[in-house]
């Protein structure tokens, strides 16, 4: 059995966050999984460096693109090495034999008939690389993904025949149930593929930061559609379009990603394949979205959890253990403190590690640390019966990624132990001069902690390591041969002394989350509280600084366009030049003081550095200042005209 076992290559447009780091610790479990059990395993990971979202955040940085993902790849590739991440790969679009792979696979699919050239226009979201019909665009001009602007563009365009594979997509999904995980996100894919595919415009000629066609096209105008280039990642690793060298891993047993992007995986990756007469992976695994204290993580909110401070923090293996067990794959997962510790604190402190505790302690009292298997099966077949069917269920759970479940059924084997040792109570034997059946309990426990680390490795390979070490044996395929498949027991072997493996933890180690931002329409119309300073021994309490009071931008500004929020009753939506390169959106709360008409082409005072939100779901970029009393709210505005852009202070 060969398993090749693949993450989203992660965008260079920004740090890691632990949504990436779940997606990879998943990925990183499974590929020692395969190996745990001696089957031959490909683990592939990497970054997506093309496009035009990069080549503009390479420019707002004043570096080339190249550099510009150089540096950010790195940051990626970076961090998985100091998690010890496990991967055989680590892919970047940019490189050589990557793109090779890219222009042999579109020659293929020209040479098969499934391309074509034409014009595209259509709603183009720069920050998601997506194109949306009309229909599903938020108020007809933002991104249902994101809400941004989304821009209309027209440009020249090849074109992939998507909708020639509509039925034999649908025959696929028909025929592999489980070729979509969790099972429960096959019907949105299926309906999508229903409600008709349109052919998927392939290349660029906007940007030039991309693969260029093959030669043979001989059209340099255009560069390939990013996600065309990113999906192929999946084969380029394995040489395809070059050495072919490890094609024999394809197709992938395994691609986990984001439900985000369920759809380029589960859809056009699939037709892609078909369009290379290439087998389909056999799983795609969608895991959901993961929030911080239920709020959506965000830069502009600056509640982004970064994964090395929570390594940092509360411990790379912890960390691993609490993402796995906390959220059911396929749904959405809370990235919270308090659930975070008493995680720590009750599964792996009380449960894991007091139970090595104990024998340790029992074992140095009553057999000089000395531990012999001989009589468990004697005293213990049921607990040992128990621990075996439990352990030997336990692989079923990740045919579905089903972590938590796995983890779940595995804590089980710890809670035998536990029980084990209160109710035979090795002390009282001890006592009663039945030193046998008191040694047959700790070794009875021992035997159990061993296979449950055995199990547990791919959670947490350094923890289990150390455990493995005080119970004198070495995690390998050897071993989960002889403990787990033949389930024999240990060798004599004498314990060695740990020092605590997880000390409990009773305050929140990382600073929490900043306050989320409002969601909602604003109250009032009123420039931002500022927080209040603190008073230093020779400053009036309550007081700020000039320099304090200059951090805010105030601005004038030109209403351009000016309209009302559909379904909203205080909210107006409104373009305001601020002589920037376009005007911004600002939505402010104050229709029931102003109609949309009446604002337009006259002049505002707006804070222009305050963080973006969004109200009703629509973007705002800055807060229009006003003053309200008992009679209603007016709006601050320049004496006479000013130019827009100029500063108030
Ligand atoms: O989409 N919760 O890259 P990307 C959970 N380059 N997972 C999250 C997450 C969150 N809040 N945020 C991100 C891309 N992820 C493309 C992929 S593949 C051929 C091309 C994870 O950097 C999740 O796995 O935006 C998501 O699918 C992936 O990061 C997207 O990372």
Known sequence: MSNYITTPIYYVNGEAHIGHAYTTFIADMMARYARLKGEETYFL???????????????????????????????????????????????????????????????????????????????????????????????????????????????????????????????????????????????????????????????????????????????????????????????????????EERMHFWPATMQLVGKDILRFHAIYWPAFLMSLNLPLPKHIGAHGWWTRDGEKMSKSKGNVVLPREVADAYGLENFRYFMMREVPFGQ????????????????????????????????????DFSIDSVDVAKYHTRELEEAHRILGGLESYLDEVQTHRYLEELWKVFTIGNKAIEEHAPWVKMKEGKTDEALATVALVANLLAKASVMLHPFMPQTTATIADALGFTIDTAAYNRLIAEKALLEPFVIKKVPPLFPRVEEPLMPEAPKAMIEEAPKKAEAPKKEKPEAKSDEAPGLITFDKFFETSLKVG??????????????????????????????????????????LNTQVCVVANLKPAKLMGILSEGMLLAAKDDEGLVLIRPESPRKAGSSIG
């Open 558 to 599: 030109t209403v351009v366009e000016a309209e009302e929020v559909p379904k909203s009753k205080k909210l107006l939506r409104l373009q305001v030049d601020l002589g920037e390169e376009k005007p911004r959106q600002i939505v402010a709360g104050i229709k029931e003081f102003y109609s949309a008409e009446s604002l």
């Open 332 to 367: 959405d997962g809370d990235f919270s403190q308090r659930a975070f510790i008493d995680r720590i604190n009750s599964d792996l402190s009380n449960d894991l590690g007091n139970l090595l505790n104990r024998i340790i302690g029992m074992s140095g009292k009553y057999s």
């Open 45 to 243: 990971t990497g970054t997506d460096e093309h496009g035009q979202k990069i080549e503009e955040s390479a420019k707002k940085n004043g570096k080339s693109s190249q550099e510009f993902a150089d540096e950010i790849s790195a940051l990626f590739k970076n961090l998985w090495d100091d998690f010890g991440i496990s991967y055989d790969q680590f892919i970047r679009t940019t490189d050589a034999e990557h793109k090779r792979g890219v222009q042999k696979a579109f020659e293929t699919m020209v040479a098969n008939g499934d391309i074509y050239k034409g014009h595209y226009e259509g709603h183009y979201c720069v920050s998601c690389e997506t194109f949306f019909p009309e229909t599903q665009l938020i108020d007809g001009e933002f991104c249902p993904d994101c809400g941004r602007t989304t821009s209309i563009v027209k440009e020249e365009s090849y074109f992939f025949k998507l909708s020639a594979y509509e039925q034999k997509l649908l025959d696929y999904y028909d025929a592999h149930p489980d070729f979509i995980l969790p099972k429960s996100r096959r019907n949105e894919v299926i309906n999508f593929v229903k409600g008709g595919l349109n052919d998927l415009s392939v290349t660029r000629t906007s940007f030039t930061w991309g693969v260029k066609l093959p030669e043979s096209m001989n059209d340099d105008k255009h560069v390939m559609y990013v996600w065309l280039d990113a999906l192929l990642n999946y084969i380029t690793a394995l040489g395809y379009g070059g050495d």
